[in-house]
T-cell receptor, first 114, second 114 residues
Framework: KAGVTQTPRYLIKTRGQQVTLSCSPISGHRSVSWYQQTPGQGLQFLFEYFSETQRNKGNFPGRFSGRQFSNSRSEMNVSTLELGDSALYLC?????????????FGPGTRLTVL | AQSVTQPDIHITVSEGASLELRCNYSYGATPYLFWYVQSPGQGLQLLLKYFSGDTLVQGIKGFEAEFKRSQSSFNLRKPSVHWSDAAEYFCAVGAKEYGNKLVFGAGTILRVKS
């Protein structure tokens, strides 16, 4: 069974641009969560999508958005990039809707904002 | 609100020595508790989880953890560390009320001396 796939793996953007990251969950998984990992703030929850609906949102500005498609693939978008958005963005997929199920993490997308 | 504290930022142990990584959580109800490991440039891999029942849980790679409600702790242990265990370890807490959202600790970097 293929694992969680994230594309692209590396991305370099400049301030003010926007970026879209993609996450393909494990086949059959309906929930995708996104996390931002930085040296200063650690791992922070961005949002979770379950069956195409955003169920939970972390404390991030509205520049961060996401969506989930009917095949459970998810995208997150960051508009008007700032230097502080440089981070490793991880997505995690799980079969069901509560955290007492194992979440499988992808390798992440490393975003660098110049 | 949920929170997780990992008091040790770095730990160095000799190969073959025992290991204990500390984790304290704050959450009013019954938490779901996890330990993840991250190697450089990689995503997160689940080592073990606690949802309910037996408070001593066994995980992969010879790791175990004990849930102590009275101390709000979920410490990770391994009786004999291998050089390949060098990585960063994250404790995380979830709850039924928060869907698949996980709150992570700041992480503990484990260095293994040969």
């Amino acid at each position: 069974k293929a694992g969680v796939t994230q594309t692209p793996r590396y991305l370099i953007k400049t301030r003010g641009q926007q970026v879209t990251l993609s996450c393909s969950p494990i086949s059959g998984h309906r929930s995708v969560s996104w996390y931002q990992q930085t040296p200063g703030q650690g791992l922070q929850f961005l949002f979770e999508y379950f069956s195409e609906t955003q169920r939970n949102k972390g404390n991030f500005p509205g520049r961060f958005s996401g969506r989930q498609f009917s095949n459970s693939r998810s995208e997150m978008n960051v508009s008007t990039l700032e230097l502080g958005d440089s981070a490793l963005y991880l997505c995690a997929s799980t079969y069901a809707g509560t955290s007492n199920n194992e979440q499988f993490f992808g390798p992440g997308t490393r975003l660098t904002v110049l | 609100a949920q929170s997780v504290t990992q008091p040790d930022i770095h730990i160095t142990v000799s190969e073959g020595a025992s290991l204990e990584l500390r984790c304290n959580y704050s959450y009013g109800a019954t938490p779901y508790l996890f330990w993840y490991v991250q190697s450089p440039g990689q995503g997160l891999q689940l080592l073990l989880k606690y949802f309910s029942g037996d408070t001593l849980v066994q995980g992969i790679k010879g790791f175990e953890a004990e849930f102590k409600r009275s101390q709000s702790s979920f410490n990770l242990r391994k009786p004999s560390v291998h050089w390949s265990d060098a990585a960063e370890y994250f404790c995380a807490v979830g709850a039924k009320e928060y869907g698949n959202k996980l709150v992570f600790g700041a992480g503990t970097i484990l260095r293994v001396k040969s």
